[in-house]
T-cell receptor, first 112, second 113 residues
Framework: NAGVTQTPKFRVLKTGQSMTLLCAQD?????MYWYRQDPGMGLRLIHY???????AKGEVPDGYNVSRLKKQNFLLGLESAAPSQTSVYFC???????????FGSGTQLSVL | AQSVTQLDSHVSVSEGTPVLLRCNYS??????LFWYVQHPNKGLQLLLK??????LVKGINGFEAEFKKSETSFHLTKPSAHMSDAAEYFC???????????FGSGTRLLVRP
C-alpha cells in the first residue's frame, strides 16, 4: 500500500516553461488536494477535487490548472512558470470531507 | 473569519523534558482542530484531531492537546521529549462545513541531547 505518491520529487524550470505534477493515491479516496508550502506561511490550498471529474479553486489558484480524469490521479499543471511559483508542492487525499488527510512526500520546484 | 496563530516559530527543549507548542484559533463556528507533524523531507502526518467530543485529545507518539474554548487555544503537549520528535508542527483549523483547512505558519521543534 503506497498511499499518496507524487512525481517528480525535484524539478528546476526556466521562466515560461510548463510542467505537470502527478499525484496518485491507492486508497480509493474521493477527495484530493494540492497545496504549496512556503517558508513561514504554512500550507496554502491551490486546488482541490471532491471526486472524479470535478475540480475547484482553493486559496491561491492563479497560474495553476488541475485535472481529475481518474479517481486515483490528480494532476497539477503550470502553463507558464514564474519565479513566484518556486515552492514545495504537496498532494493530499482524504476519504471524506474533514477527515484525516494523507500527504505525499512533496515536490521541490524551482523556477529560475 | 477563521484563522490560526502558532505563537512560536521555534521551540528548543532538552531530551526528556516537557514539550509545549502553542496554538490559538479564531473561528465563528465550532471548529475542528488538528495538529500535523512534518519530519524533514516528508509529507505531513496527522498527530491528533479535535471534533467537539472530549476536550483533551490524545494522539500518536505520546502527544496530546487540550481544547479550551474560553481561551480559543489548542496547545500541543508531550510530557517527555524524544530526539525523534524533532520536526515541524502545524496547527490546523477546518472551517465548519467546508473542505478548507487553514494552516498555521508552523513551529519547528528542536530537541537537544
Amino acid at each position: 500500500n503506497a498511499g499518496v505518491t507524487q512525481t517528480p520529487k525535484f524539478r528546476v524550470l526556466k521562466t515560461g516553461q510548463s510542467m505537470t505534477l502527478l499525484c496518485a493515491q491507492d486508497m480509493n479516496h474521493e477527495y484530493m488536494y494540492w497545496y504549496r508550502q512556503d517558508p513561514g506561511m504554512g500550507l496554502r490550498l491551490i486546488h482541490y477535487s471532491v471526486g472524479e471529474g470535478t475540480t475547484a479553486k482553493g486559496e491561491v489558484p492563479d497560474g495553476y490548472n488541475v485535472s481529475r480524469l481518474k479517481k486515483q490521479n490528480f494532476l497539477l499543471g503550470l502553463e507558464s512558470a514564474a519565479p513566484s511559483q518556486t515552492s514545495v508542492y504537496f498532494c493530499a487525499s482524504s476519504f471524506s470531507k474533514g477527515e484525516k488527510l494523507f500527504f505525499g512526500s512533496g515536490t521541490q520546484l524551482s523556477v529560475l | 473569519a477563521q484563522s490560526v496563530t502558532q505563537l512560536d516559530s521555534h521551540v528548543s527543549v532538552s531530551e526528556g523534558t516537557p514539550v509545549l507548542l502553542r496554538c490559538n484559533y479564531s473561528s465563528s463556528y465550532s471548529p475542528s482542530l488538528f495538529w500535523y507533524v512534518q519530519h524533514p523531507n516528508k509529507g505531513l502526518q496527522l498527530l491528533l484531531k479535535y471534533t467537539s467530543a472530549a476536550t483533551l485529545v490524545k494522539g500518536i507518539n505520546g502527544f496530546e492537546a487540550e481544547f479550551k474554548k474560553s481561551e480559543t487555544s489548542f496547545h500541543l503537549t508531550k510530557p517527555s521529549a524524544h530526539m525523534s520528535d524533532a520536526a515541524e508542527y502545524f496547527c490546523v483549523v477546518r472551517m465548519d462545513s467546508s473542505y478548507k483547512l487553514i494552516f498555521g505558519s508552523g513551529t519547528r521543534l528542536l530537541v537537544r541531547p
